[in-house]
Antibody, heavy 122, light 106 residues
Framework: QVQLQESGPGLVKPSGTLSLTCAVS?????????WNWVRQPPGKGLEWIGE???????NYNPSLKSRVSISVDKSKNQFSLKVTSVTAADTAVYFC???????????????WGQGTLVTVSS | DIQLTQSPSFLSASVGDSVTIACRAS??????LAWYQQKPGKAPKLLIY???TLHSGVPSRFSGRGSGTEFTLTISSLQPEDLATYYC????????FGGGTKVEIK
């Protein structure tokens, strides 16, 4: 059974770069899935950040595209998120999730990490 | 960008009640819509995809309907473990989540 686990610093300074990693176990990151990042500010709703395929193809939320990058490390079976020029508005629980398609092309996120809280503060 | 508006934002119901949550898209998305359940302090869990297909292992009291811009999630007989916030997600163009509906048990 696939499991995802986020890791990274819990505190980042304003104007700095937020860096997180999602370790995938129980499946290969080179399988036919998309690997996603989703965040949730404290007490608020979910925001999709972006996704990556193991080939290197990426899609990003247009509102975050200029500051976000997602990359994959096949040797470690993990993928990563970087958010640059962070502000307090980037404080959130960050989730990684696996994206899949059914046979008719409908997409969904069927497996999620537990999430990790990142606070932006000096 | 495609916006999703959920209603109500909060509802309170008794065990055994049938409850319905609505999700409206700002433009047509066919049936490219999923529903998730998020319990307090936990990650979201997939309930339904393709607007009406129940994900493996999800109880049959959950059902989804809709197409185009109007969608609903129904819990036919509310159980205590259904205390959670429910989110719709459009996957027609990139991805967007609705604002969420918090379900309380009376």
């Amino acid at each position: 059974q696939v499991q995802l686990q986020e890791s990274g610093p819990g505190l980042v300074k304003p104007s700095g770069t937020l860096s997180l990693t999602c370790a995938v176990s129980g499946d290969s990151i080179s399988s036919s899935y998309w690997w996603n990042w989703v965040r949730q500010p404290p007490g608020k709703g979910l925001e999709w950040i972006g996704e990556m395929y193991h080939s290197g193809s990426t899609n990003y939320n247009p509102s975050l595209k200029s500051r976000v990058s997602i990359s994959v490390d096949k040797s470690k079976n993990q993928f990563s998120l970087k958010v640059t020029s962070v502000t307090a508005a980037d404080t959130a629980v960050y989730f990684c999730a696996r994206g899949d398609y059914d046979t008719s092309g409908h997409y969904f996120l069927d497996c999620w990490g537990q999430g990790t809280l990142v606070t932006v503060s000096s | 960008d495609i916006q999703l508006t959920q209603s109500p934002s909060f509802l309170s119901a008794s065990v055994g009640d049938s409850v319905t949550i609505a999700c409206r898209a700002s433009q047509g998305i066919s049936n490219y819509l999923a529903w998730y359940q998020q319990k307090p302090g936990k990650a979201p869990k997939l309930l339904i995809y393709a607007a009406s297909t129940l994900h493996s292992g999800v109880p049959s009291r959950f059902s989804g309907r809709g197409s185009g811009t109007e969608f609903t999630l129904t819990i036919s007989s509310l159980q205590p473990e259904d205390l959670a916030t429910y989110y719709c997600q459009q996957v027609n163009t990139y991805s967007t989540f609705g604002g969420g509906t918090k379900v309380e048990i009376k």
